[in-house]
T-cell receptor, first 110, second 113 residues
Framework: GNSVTQMEGPVTLSEEAFLTINCTYT??????LFWYVQYPGEGLQLLLK?????DKGSNKGFEATYRKETTSFHLEKGSVQVSDSAVYFC?????????FGDGTTLTVKP | DAGITQSPRHKVTETGTPVTLRCHQT?????MYWYRQDPGHGLRLIHY???????DKGEVSDGYSVSRSKTEDFLLTLESATSSQTSVYFC????????????FGPGTRLTVL
């Protein structure tokens, strides 16, 4: 079956630091890949997505590139802010069903 | 924001009682999903629906049933709640399967004593 493995947390960074959260996947088909973000007390919301190999998704300074050769979709941001503190989920969608990673908690300190 | 509401938002119940959670959408999306979120497990799919009266099981469907009699409503029922079903439940919708983004409701926190 499909699976998503993402970097274990929690991750604590200082403001303006560089962020990488690793995500790798296993899928039988040709999935679409997503990063969702969850703020305290809320549901998940889409951060960015990529639907085919070599696509780059980007939003709010975050980026991730769909790497089929390494089955990866790592999330990066060049300079994090305190407001980026949240839980980040990597996910794939294949044949109509989604599979989520366990989530990575990011805390950014001023 | 996608128009998705969940009710109730919080519920405390006792083991053995039936519980029904409601998800309501105003987006006319075809697909609706129920997930549970537990520490260390991410989100796990319970059931999903691909149309009125069309539903299918997810990876953790035991002990849960669903119904969808209207496009806008998707009900999740715990026939006889157990403590292992204490969790946060999220409803999600999408316009189509596959490449489409899922839009999530605010969640229902259920505690089974």
């Amino acid at each position: 079956g499909n699976s998503v493995t993402q970097m274990e947390g929690p991750v604590t960074l200082s403001e303006e630091a560089f962020l990488t959260i690793n995500c790798t996947y296993t899928a039988t088909g040709y999935p679409s890949l997503f990063w969702y973000v969850q703020y305290p007390g809320e549901g998940l919301q889409l951060l960015l997505k990529a639907t085919k190999a070599d696509d780059k998704g980007s939003n709010k300074g975050f980026e991730a590139t769909y790497r089929k050769e390494t089955t990866s979709f790592h999330l990066e941001k060049g300079s994090v802010q305190v407001s980026d503190s949240a839980v980040y989920f990597c996910a794939l969608s294949d044949a109509g069903k989604s599979t989520f990673g366990d989530g990575t908690t990011l805390t950014v300190k001023p | 924001d996608a128009g998705i509401t969940q009710s109730p938002r919080h519920k405390v119940t006792e083991t053995g009682t039936p519980v029904t959670l409601r998800c309501h959408q105003t987006e006319n999306h075809r697909y609706m999903y129920w997930y549970r979120q537990d520490p260390g497990h991410g989100l796990r799919l319970i059931h999903y629906s691909y149309g009125v009266k069309d539903t299918d099981k997810g990876e953790v469907s035991d002990g849960y049933s669903v119904s969808r009699s209207k496009t806008e409503d998707f009900l999740l029922t715990l026939e006889s709640a157990t403590s292992s079903q204490t969790s946060v439940y999220f409803c999600a919708i999408s316009e189509s399967a596959g490449t489409d983004t899922q839009y999530f409701g605010p969640g229902t926190r259920l505690t089974v004593l």
